[in-house]
T-cell receptor, first 113, second 114 residues
Framework: GEDVEQSLFLSVREGDSSVINCTYT??????LYWYKQEPGAGLQLLTY?????DMKQDQRLTVLLNKKDKHLSLRIADTQTGDSAIYFC?????????????FGQGTTLQVKP | EPEVTQTPSHQVTQMGQEVILRCVPI?????FYWYRQILGQKVEFLVS????????KSEIFDDQFSVERPDGSNFTLKIRSTKLEDSAMYFC????????????FGPGTRLTVL
């Protein structure tokens, strides 16, 4: 079935790199996403990767996809205190054609000054 | 920048009462979604809606739930007879196109059932 798992918590120092990991079970996913949720706010799309890609870079964000291991990661370079938030990975399935997203439980990133 | 809006931000209701959660999707978007997040748990898909029909619904979306696009701008989620376990944050989302397209989320409505 469809399941997405993430570690619950990550703490880093300001200026360090953060790596948030995600594993998924359904290999038929077409797109994998990273969303950010700040306190009291909705889910903000950070970046996404098509399932036939290995890597995508967008400014401070690097997404790595290992399709064989069904592992997705988000690297944030030069992490700032403003990056403190909950990060969700999610997958969508082209075959279902309804746009349904399956989310992980979210990783809380704490950035210490 | 266009955004999805939701009202109210917080709704408190008594068990057994009906609630309607409202969303205004981005104006040129054609696909609409509801998700919910029970405190401390995953964001869960409830329903997707396109062309005035439900495209897909989850097991959570039982007969107590319904969705409607009553006019050209609003998209509503109705819970007919709320239960304690319906307490959650409810997120509306919209996208311009399907599956390949970004879903933009609203800020959510926190529903508290007493």
């Amino acid at each position: 079935g469809e399941d997405v798992e993430q570690s619950l918590f990550l703490s880093v120092r300001e200026g360090d790199s953060s790596v948030i990991n995600c594993t998924y079970t359904d290999s038929s996913s077409t797109y994998l996403y990273w969303y950010k949720q700040e306190p009291g706010a909705g889910l903000q799309l950070l970046t996404y990767i098509f399932s036939n890609m290995d890597m995508k870079q967008d400014q401070r964000l690097t997404v790595l996809l290992n399709k064989k291991d069904k592992h997705l990661s988000l690297r944030i370079a030069d992490t700032q205190t403003g990056d403190s938030a909950i990060y969700f990975c999610a997958e969508s399935f082209g075959s279902s054609n309804t746009g349904k997203l399956i989310f992980g439980q979210g990783t809380t990133l704490q950035v210490k000054p | 920048e266009p955004e999805v809006t939701q009202t109210p931000s917080h709704q408190v209701t008594q068990m057994g009462q009906e609630v309607i959660l409202r969303c205004v999707p981005i104006s040129n978007h054609l696909y609409f979604y509801w998700y919910r997040q029970i405190l401390g748990q995953k964001v869960e898909f409830l329903v997707s809606f396109y062309n005035n029909e439900i495209s897909e619904k989850s097991e959570i979306f039982d007969d107590q739930f319904s969705v409607e696009r009553p006019d050209g701008s609003n998209f509503t989620l109705k819970i007919r007879s709320t239960k304690l376990e319906d307490s959650a944050m409810y997120f509306c989302a919209s996208s311009e196109k399907l599956s390949t397209d970004t879903q933009y989320f609203g800020p959510g409505t926190r529903l508290t059932v007493l």
